[in-house]
C-alpha cells in the first residue's frame, strides 16, 4: 500500500457480521466458492483490462486482526467474544484464482475466484472488489486514452485530481499497464519504477520578472530535458518567441514547449511552422489541459501538430464513467464433500449469475494470433483439443460459430492455494507488455470506441445445462 499500515479491517461492516453470524451456526467450516466478474465495459468499449492483482495479493498475505481492531469490535456490542478471539487466531486458508493483470477482459466473465471457508471467503470481497475496480477501470480508460494518440507518448498527469493518495498511486500504475509511459506522481516512480515526468507550472514563469529569465533559468538546470510552459502569458507573441530565443542560446540536448490552453489545434500548427522555420525542427510539441481520448483524436484528425500528451483529471478518474462495477458473487457451496452449485435469480436478467466452480478458456486463431472467442466452463471440462469447437453467437443465441484451427489457454492461474501464495507477480514492466501483447490479439473491430463488434463470450454446454436446470427448478420452487 502507500502507507505500509494493516488494511485487514478495510471492510463493509456487513462482511464482519456475516462472519460472525456463519461462525454462530452450523455452516461455520462450510466451504464455499465466489466469481468476481464485471457486467458492462466503461464507456460502450469493446473490453477491459484486469488489473490489481498485485495489490489484492500484498493483502492477502497480510491479513492479521490485531488487538485493537478486537477492542473495536467488543465496542460494538454484536460480536461474541468466541468469534473475536477466532479473529485474533486468522490464518487465510482459501485457494485463490486470477487473470493475470494485462489481460483483456470481458463481461460476465470469472476474472477471479476464490473458494474456501465460507468466513473468510465472503470476508475478504470488499478489498478484492475496491482494488480491482479501481485499477481496471483506469487502466481501461488509459487504454482508450493511449490508442487514440496513435503511438504518440501519454503521459498520465493526475495526482493532484485523483480521489486520495492511493488513487493517486494505483491509479498511475494502472496507467502505466495500459500504455502510458510515465507519471507526474513521484512516489509511483519510487515504489514501482514509472517514470516520473514534468515540467514546469505557470507559477514559476510568474515568479520571474519576465518570461525570458524564467525560462532561460530553467534550461539552464535541466538541459538534457528542456521543455518550457509557454501559454502563462500569450503563446505566440511572447511565450514561443523567447522559448526559441532561449533554445537558440544554449542549444539544450533535448527541449519541448507545453501547451496548456487555447486552441489546441491552430496552436501547434503555428507554433510547429515557426519552429521549423527557426531551424528547431528537434523541438517537441506537448499538449495538456483537461484532455480524453475524443479530443485527442479530434485534434489529431483536425491536424494539429503534437508529439505527445499529458492528460490528468479525465484520465485518473476515468471521468466520462467512473465506476466499474465488478461484483463478488457466491456460485457454489460445498456438503458432503461435493460443490453444490448455486446462482442468484433476478427479474433482471443481467444479474442472473452463472453457477459452479468454473474456469476461462480464450481461443487463439493459430494463423492470426488474434482471439477468436472465450467460453465459461465447469472447472472439471476436458480442455479442448483442437478438434471443432461449437459456440453462441453473442449477438444472436441462434446462431453458431464453430471454433477450427485454435490454440486453447485457461486464462484462470493458481495465486493461493490452501492460503499459501503460489504465484510470483511480474515486475510492471513485464505487466506493461503483456498488456500490449494481448491488445494485440484482439481485432481492430472491438478496440473501435464506438459501437465497437461484441467479443464472443459464451457458457460452455454443459454450464449452459446446469445454469438453465436451476433456472427452471428455483422457478419451480418459488412460484
Known amino acids: 500500500m502507500v502507507n505500509d499500515y494493516n488494511l485487514t479491517m478495510l471492510t463493509d461492516f456487513y462482511e464482519i457480521t456475516m462472519a460472525n453470524g456463519y461462525f454462530q451456526s452450523d455452516i461455520r467450516d462450510m466451504e464455499a466458492c465466489f466469481d468476481v466478474f464485471f457486467r458492462r465495459v466503461p464507456d460502450g468499449g469493446g473490453f477491459a483490462i484486469m488489473a490489481g492483482l498485485e495489490q489484492i495479493i500484498k493483502y492477502l498475505k497480510g491479513l492479521k486482526f490485531t488487538d485493537a481492531d478486537a477492542e473495536y469490535l467488543r465496542s460494538k456490542n454484536c460480536f461474541s467474544e468466541e468469534f473475536i478471539q477466532y479473529l485474533l487466531d486468522f490464518e487465510f486458508k482459501c485457494d485463490v484464482w486470477s487473470v493475470p493483470e494485462g489481460y483483456p477482459i470481458f463481461p460476465y466473465e470469472p476474472v477471479m475466484i476464490v473458494k474456501g471457508p465460507i468466513i473468510q471467503a465472503q470476508y475478504i470481497e470488499t478489498f478484492i472488489l475496491m482494488q480491482f475496480n479501481h485499477q481496471s477501470l483506469i487502466a481501461t480508460k488509459s487504454s482508450r486514452i493511449v ?79 528542456a521543455t518550457l ?103 457454489g457451496v460445498e456438503k458432503n464433500g461435493e460443490l453444490v452449485p448455486k446462482m442468484k435469480i433476478s427479474e433482471n436478467v443481467e444479474k442472473i449469475t452463472n453457477p459452479g466452480f468454473k474456469k476461462v478458456v480464450r481461443f487463439y486463431a493459430k494463423e492470426t494470433g488474434k482471439a477468436m472467442a472465450d467460453v465459461i466452463m465447469l472447472n472439471d471440462e476436458q480442455m479442448p483439443d483442437g478438434k471443432p469447437y461449437e459456440i453462441f453467437d453473442p449477438n444472436a443465441v441462434w446462431k453458431r460459430k464453430v471454433l477450427e484451427n485454435y490454440e486453447a489457454k485457461d486464462l484462470l492461474v493458481q495465486v493461493f492455494d490452501k492460503g499459501k501464495c503460489v504465484y510470483e507477480c511480474p515486475n510492471i514492466q513485464d505487466i506493461r507488455k503483456t498488456c500490449a501483447e494481448q491488445l494485440e490479439t484482439l481485432w481492430g473491430e472491438v478496440l473501435r470506441f464506438e459501437n465497437p463488434q461484441t467479443y464472443y463470450v459464451d457458457l460452455s454446454k454443459p454450464l449452459w445445462n446446469l445454469k438453465h436446470d436451476l433456472l427452471n427448478r428455483y422457478g419451480a420452487e418459488h412460484k
Open 147 to 225: 490508442r487514440a494518440a496513435q503511438g504518440r507518448p501519454v503521459m498520465e498527469f493526475g495526482t493532484r485530481r485523483a480521489q486520495g493518495a492511493e488513487a493517486a498511486v494505483f491509479g498511475a500504475r494502472a496507467s502505466y499497464i495500459a500504455g502510458c509511459v510515465g507519471t507526474a506522481c513521484t512516489i509511483a516512480d519510487r515504489n514501482y519504477g514509472i517514470p516520473a515526468l514534468g515540467t514546469m507550472a505557470h507559477s514559476w514563469v510568474q515568479s520571474f520578472d519576465t518570461e525570458y529569465e524564467a525560462f532561460k533559468t530553467y534550461t539552464e538546470l535541466y538541459p538534457d530535458n
Open 229 to 331: 510552459l509557454i501559454d502563462t502569458y500569450n503563446v505566440l507573441k511572447s511565450g514561443l518567441p523567447n522559448a526559441i530565443k532561449v533554445f537558440k542560446e544554449l542549444k539544450p540536448a533535448k527541449m519541448g514547449i507545453r501547451i496548456d490552453s487555447g486552441d489546441i489545434t491552430y496552436l501547434t500548427r503555428e507554433c510547429r511552422k515557426i519552429l521549423d522555420a527557426e531551424g528547431l525542427q528537434d523541438c517537441k510539441i506537448v499538449i495538456s489541459n483537461s484532455l480524453d481520448e475524443y479530443i485527442i483524436r479530434d485534434v489529431i484528425l483536425e491536424g494539429a501538430k503534437i508529439d505527445s500528451f499529458g492528460v490528468g483529471e479525465r484520465l485518473i478518474t476515468a471521468k466520462s464513467e467512473p465506476v466499474f462495477g465488478g461484483v463478488y458473487k457466491l456460485s
